[in-house]
């Protein structure tokens, strides 16, 4: 899943090459993971490139920042004429936005404010389906990890932030080591939490179960706009805590993400979900969320922001 190079990340106010966009080895970031950060798709839709939910995100990398107390001095007008301009400038259709901002340098001791500038980037590349293809189609094999989400009372868990990957990062090895794509972590209490890097929503008997915020998940957009097409499709959608049982007798089991898009899982800990195939709540939701993007699916909600030149307000360094 390597990352083809463009030639311009967004750095600052700036765009700068994407072999100049570096920082030190001191940086406060590299050693401590004190960034935040967002993911984002770009569409080449009917109307041209496409960027999704862009001012949720950018203002959810707000309240990332805001929860870290970090002072960075950019508006989301600024940033959403960045990720315009990496998509425009690189002339990319489809591709995937990183906004970032982190403490570079300054200090090592662990207390950053006021001592460590903000740097802040947005680069923005190919990249194929989080999940691959082929499970986008048929569904993907995945397992309840040894490792615990991390909550709250260690971590504010709605933070996007770079150092909580870290737990991420032990699922997804451990799962993959073990010969799945992915895991699923448990809460402290026990109960479903979400994947490495995906919400999780289970299906039984018609209706759709998803953990609630309370259970040590991201806030995931994608995650709410599966909730609001499956009230346009007048699916019941439950937010409860899920003991891990309910994997293994669910109907349908699904991933969201930006990354991961609406991915099926068709076994959990090597016992098949239904028929071993996307099922059919599963396929609707389908549907209906990648409709936004080839005009089968009404942007009710105004989800789709056009990439267009005239809205650079950035320039080359």
């Known amino acids: 899943m390597g990352i083809k190079p463009t030639q311009f990340i967004w750095r600052n106010g700036k765009l700068i090459s994407w072999k100049d966009a570096t920082l030190h080895v001191m ?3 590299v050693h401590y993971g004190s960034s935040v950060f967002e993911g984002l798709r770009a569409y080449d839709t009917p109307q041209g490139p496409t960027i999704f939910r862009l001012d ?10 805001k929860i870290y107390r970090m002072d960075h001095g950019r508006s989301i007008s600024e940033l959403r004429d960045a990720c315009h301009a990496v998509i425009w400038e690189n002339r990319l259709t489809n591709a995937y936005i990183r906004p970032l901002m982190f403490f570079g340098e300054g200090a090592l001791g662990l207390n950053p404010l006021g001592k460590c500038q903000v740097e802040c980037f947005v680069a923005a590349f190919e990249w194929a389906p ?7 189609e048929n569904g993907i094999d995945v397992c309840v990890s040894s490792w615990n989400r991390t909550t709250s009372a260690s971590i504010p868990v709605l933070s996007k932030a770079g150092g909580h990957y870290l737990n991420a ?7 993959q080591r073990h010969g799945y794509v992915e895991g699923i972590s448990v809460g402290a209490d026990g ?4 994947g490495s890097g995906e919400n999780l929503f289970l299906v039984r008997d018609g209706i759709i179960y998803t953990p609630p915020l309370a ?8 995650r709410d ?9 007048e699916i019941r959608v439950i937010e409860q805590k899920l003991p891990r049982e309910m994997l293994y007798i669910a109907d349908e089991v699904f991933f969201t993400g930006t990354a991961a898009e609406v991915t099926p899982i068709r076994s959990v800990d090597q016992l098949p979900v239904g028929d071993r195939k996307p099922g059919p709540i599963t396929k609707r939701i389908q549907q209906e969320f990648f409709g936004l993007f080839n005009g089968t699916t009404e942007d009710r ?3 789709l922001d056009r990439v267009e030149s005239k809205q650079q307000q950035v320039h080359l360094s």
């Open 169 to 175: 990062q032990l699922i997804v090895t451990e799962a």
């Open 191 to 194: 109960t479903i939490s979400e």
């Open 27 to 29: 940086s406060h970031v």
């Open 301 to 303: 909600y105004g989800w």
């Open 215 to 222: 259970s040590s998940i991201l806030s995931g957009i994608t």
């Open 130 to 136: 989080y999940l691959g293809a082929e499970g986008l």
């Open 56 to 65: 949720d995100h950018l203002r959810r990398l707000m309240d990332s920042a």
């Open 225 to 233: 706009t599966v909730c609001r097409i499956a009230e346009q499709l």
